[in-house]
């Protein structure tokens, strides 16, 4: 995916402003509450994602769906990931159990820009499944129609009770999908949603958007990453790498 960001302050693009940081620090470090100052200004995931008409999702040469535009994206993310309609409300916590390509790619950015994402490996066992979703305490899940895996990950959703949402590819374009309600979200497992909504579309900056496992020598943990979390980290990757729209 492109890097080339739409969103500016003082009237210069945020890209150019994290390029031009990046090339001025190459021999310092790069200082990730000066990166926090650069994104002082966005609210939400939108506000991040550009709306031009270059390429942002692309597949390998000789595949046979087109490249997927920053605009088409943004529109898609805006306006047709919607989960509302099957009564998962915003702020709640969506397993995403999904194949690597452009589908997981997009569905993360869906999923942020008004949920909270728990990734889960299509390759754990059901059990393992289970309680990765319990420890989430996830909703509903989210699986690509005819991915290998999708069997585990059903059984361990119809345990706990929680929505399941199909995704099946759609059009010529890189990406798109259709949802399909597969299970219906249980009235016991629906969350209250966000206590203090800031915009009730969009997650703010400040709320978490994505939950990830990790294992260690003390075990299983759950570690919560919040947007402002993640977007700053990808800023000081920008800004080290002194990275620009053609990279």
Known sequence: ??????????????????????????????????????????????????????????????ARRNALTHKRLREFVSNEFQFEEFGIRPGSRVGVLLPNGPELAITLFGVMSKWCAAPINLTNTWEETKAELKSTRAVAIVILAGAVGNEEAIRAAEELSLGIITLTSAGSFSGLFHFKLLQPVSASTITTGVDQVENIRLSGRNRTVLLLQTSGTSGKKLVPYTLNTLMVGVGCIVSSWALGPQD
């Open 1 to 62: 995916m492109a890097v080339q960001v739409d969103y500016a302050m003082d009237g210069i693009p945020l890209l150019e402003k994290l390029n031009n940081y990046g090339r001025n620090g190459l021999n310092a470090n790069i200082k990730g509450n000066e990166v926090q100052n650069l994104l002082s200004g966005y609210s939400n995931i939108l506000d991040l994602m550009p709306s031009s008409g270059s390429n942002a999702i692309l597949e390998p040469i000789g």
